[in-house]
């Protein structure tokens, strides 16, 4: 446990110096770009936002399809991770786009192609290897893999480019979710260190309490809380979250991320491994550090679109 906790806090750091660049990186594009958008792209009220996430997301993606495939492997399920991997990173690209208003009419049906591709693609692989057994295993796997990985996503990236009557997309959105979602993680740790009684999931997850859990969601939605001056809001007086806004989402995007750990928990149970792989020292795998925030961020979508 304290190896682990010293890998933990030597590497945080680390990941979070790196990603923390990359978001700055991101919010200097988008300026930068301003100039040129507004004058040359046809629509375009802002510069070009997003590229530093896309690069990221672009990066960790076809290694988390790596391991969710090899955690699919304990039901005999294989998925072509190379389709799963192009389909994540068409879903990637066309969160991108949708920013650009002459992409905006083709959206829906862009987004409808991609998925069935992917789908007449892993058929077609199957076909190719003249081989029928395990076909709708194989498509399902791809499927499944493109979607929990590309289309949770192409949410997080949507967050951060969408631009509407009714919604700002803005890098602080993706720090919200970021930092609410480890946050929670942290205060579980250490409440449920320290006060821990009563076992959350004891044949899932035994390391995880319910105190842990209140702890850490409270301290979820008062990081909400110090973050809500940053949300925008658009034709709204004040034009940030209210504080109690701020409570509200970061608790509710905590509560989400811890479920989206215990799913990935369901599965590595499933797999019969302690993490999805041992490429972060300290946390696992791209699917252990991702799965948070991943499945909050369609959740963080819908409730800053009501915000």
């Known amino acids: 446990m304290e190896s682990s906790l010293r890998k933990r806090l030597t590497f945080g750091p680390i990941m979070l110096a790196v990603l923390a660049g990359m978001l700055w990186l991101d ?3 988008e300026i930068w770009t301003y ?10 009220t802002h510069g070009i936002g997003g590229a530093g996430l896309l690069i990221i997301l672009l990066v960790v993606l076809p290694m988390g399809v790596a391991e969710l495939a090899q955690l699919f492997t304990a039901e005999n399920v294989r998925p072509y991770r190379s389709i ?31 998925i069935v591709f992917v789908m007449l693609f892993a058929a077609l692989r199957r076909a190719m290897q003249r081989q029928s057994s395990d076909a709708i295993v194989r498509m399902a796997g791809t499927i ?21 009557a009714f919604f700002e997309g803005q890098a602080m959105k993706v720090v919200f979710i970021l930092l609410t979602v480890k946050f929670t993680d942290i205060g579980a740790f250490f409440g449920g260190r320290l006060l821990g009684r009563h076992k959350l999931i004891a044949w899932l ?38 504080w109690y806004q701020g409570f509200i989402f970061g608790a509710v995007l905590g509560a ?16 019969g491994v ?34």
């Open 35 to 44: 100039d040129w958008a507004i004058t040359t792209i046809r629509g375009m």
């Open 256 to 271: 989400i991320g811890q479920l989206g750990d215990l799913l990935e928990s369901l599965m590595k149970r499933d797999a």
């Open 205 to 242: 997850s035994p390391g995880k309490t319910w105190e842990g859990l209140i702890i850490g969601v409270l301290t979820a939605g008062l990081v909400g809380i110090a973050l809500a001056p940053t949300i925008s809001r658009i034709h709204t007086t004040p034009h940030a979250l209210y």
């Open 274 to 307: 302690k993490d999805s792989s041992g490429l972060i020292p300290g946390f696992g795998g791209i699917l252990d550090v991702m799965d948070s925030p991943l499945l909050a961020s369609p959740f963080a979508y819908l409730l800053f679109s009501l915000a």
């Open 144 to 164: 499944l893999a493109t979607l929990y990985l590309g289309g949770l996503g192409w949410f997080l990236l949507a967050i951060r480019v969408k631009q509407s």
């Open 84 to 114: 799963a991997s192009i389909g994540c990173a068409c879903l990637m690209i066309h969160a991108f786009m949708t920013q650009f208003p002459a992409f905006k009419p083709l959206a829906a049906s862009t987004l409808a192609f991609i």
């Open 27 to 29: 919010h200097a594009i």
